[in-house]
């Protein structure tokens, strides 16, 4: 009798399932499909094959996936290796409080290499995957100029603050933000172009805009005072670094894959005014599956003429996390991330760190979302190349992830107690 199990099968999106199977015939080749729809409706599909064992048994934390979209031991392999059926889609959970991802596990007793449906699979699981808690409170935020949803944990707290900033793809981004708050963190996740009545195109950085919003998340009873911690990635990261140079609210400030100078767009705080470095779009590469690599579409940061530009990082009152992919096809991340750290050692600060990883591109996750490393985005003709392969994807979002609870739980509770 074929059974497969997946222990638990309702859990957050950032915890490890245990998946097994038993019932087999000793030594069978089986294939395991993992099936899923995003909230649009589009398709993601995996599929990995394996030998059962002598007793019949399948341990996917044991066992070890001979081919199909993975191979080696990898227990949540089913997961970060989901593929859109749709070219170049990219899986954003919107609705991060009312319903979980559902990701149905089929096993066949084969090796099943045809489209999934034309045979009966022997055995199914369904998993929930969930964004957030069942006493989790989300509260749009429609304050003055600053729109978003702030997550609160249950109970009185006060709760460390996070502001939470994505990049290029604008609107206002939940996922990573209620994952936060389910780990105890009052986070606001912070909409700044694109969305409701804000700008639709982002035209020039107004870092006031984020110094409101720092102030509002301060400004509520259930958040820690003095200081606040930022999370951001790409332009947001560029956007974070900034808030962490001439901020005073905030008290620690992780960057993924983001650049040490401004770019694209002129920074404004208050009478300060910096102008971005020159791109060349005549640098921008189409590869062989028509997608767009602009890693080195961005001016130098390291050239004289363009040090004007350049973050001041070392007038950053606390520390700074930089988290990098080293297949970034989007940004030289971990060069601008070695430039931030050289220039923090020439003003004698050793407040900056930076976790590196090899095979990770641009779009470095919680841990278990599925690689993107290419897909459609704003103002582009063509899809861009986010770059990494599956492996070492989620090698560094599951480490990344639990290092950024680690750092942010560290240094908000120590400037509680220091500042």
């Not at 749709?86 to 609705?95: G, S, T, V």
């Not at 066949?108 to 290499?113: A, E, H, L, Q, T």
């Not at 189409?286 to 003429?305: L, M, S, T, Y």
């Not at 599925?370 to 985005?377: A, G, H, I, T, Y």
Request: aromatic content about 10%; proline content about 8%; charged content about 20%.
């Amino acid at each position: 009798m074929f059974q497969l199990t997946v222990t638990p099968a309702s859990a957050l999106a950032d915890e490890p399932v245990h998946i097994q199977a038993t019932g087999l015939p000793p030594l069978q080749m089986v294939t395991l499909i993992a099936t899923m729809k995003d909230d649009k409706g589009n398709l993601y599909r995996s599929r990995a094959f394996y030998r059962a064992n002598e007793a019949g048994e399948l341990d996917l934390k044991r066992d070890p996936a001979v081919g199909g979209h993975y191979m080696g031991v990898h227990p949540m392999g089913l997961l970060w290796s989901l593929k859109p059926e749709r070219p170049f889609d990219r899986l954003i959970k919107r609705n991060v409080m009312n319903t979980p991802t559902w990701i149905t596990l089929d096993l066949y007793d084969s090796v099943y290499i045809h489209k999934v449906g034309e045979a009966q699979p022997k055995a199914s699981q369904v998993l929930q995957r969930w964004f957030s808690s069942p006493d989790l409170q989300r509260v749009p935020i429609r304050e003055g100029r600053i729109r978003g949803a702030l997550f609160l944990p249950p109970g009185e707290g006060p709760f460390p603050g996070l502001l939470d900033l994505f990049g290029g793809i604008g609107g206002l981004v939940e996922y990573r933000a209620s994952l936060l708050a389910v780990r105890g963190f009052a986070v606001l996740a912070l909409a700044y172009f694109a969305y409701d009545d804000l700008p639709k195109q982002l035209e020039e950085v107004d870092l006031e805009y984020f110094e409101e919003a720092a102030n509002l998340l301060l400004a509520h009873p259930k958040v820690q005072k003095p200081g606040i911690g930022v999370i951001s990635v790409s332009k947001g990261a560029e956007i974070g670094l900034a808030m962490a140079c001439y901020l005073k609210q905030v008290a620690a400030t992780v960057c993924i894959n983001g650049a040490n100078a401004i770019h694209e767009f002129p920074l404004r705080y208050r009478d300060l005014v910096i102008t971005p470095i020159p791109s060349f779009p005549e640098r921008m590469q189409v590869n062989a599956a028509g997608a767009v690599r602009i890693r080195h579409f961005k001016g130098d940061p390291r050239d004289e003429r363009n040090q004007h530009s350049v973050l001041p990082v070392e007038k950053a009152r606390g520390p700074i996390l930089f988290v990098v992919g080293e297949a970034d096809e989007c940004f030289n991340s971990k060069e601008y991330a070695e430039q931030a750290l050289d220039q923090l050692r020439r003003h004698g600060k050793s407040s900056g760190r930076m976790l590196s990883y090899p095979g990770a591109g641009h779009l470095i996750e919680p841990p278990y979302a599925p690689l993107c490393c290419v897909s459609w985005s704003r103002g582009l003709f063509l899809p861009m190349l986010w770059g990494g392969e599956p492996e070492g994807q989620a090698a560094a979002q599951e480490h990344s992830w639990q290092e950024i609870l680690k750092f942010f739980r560290q240094h908000l509770v120590l400037s509680r107690s220091t500042l």
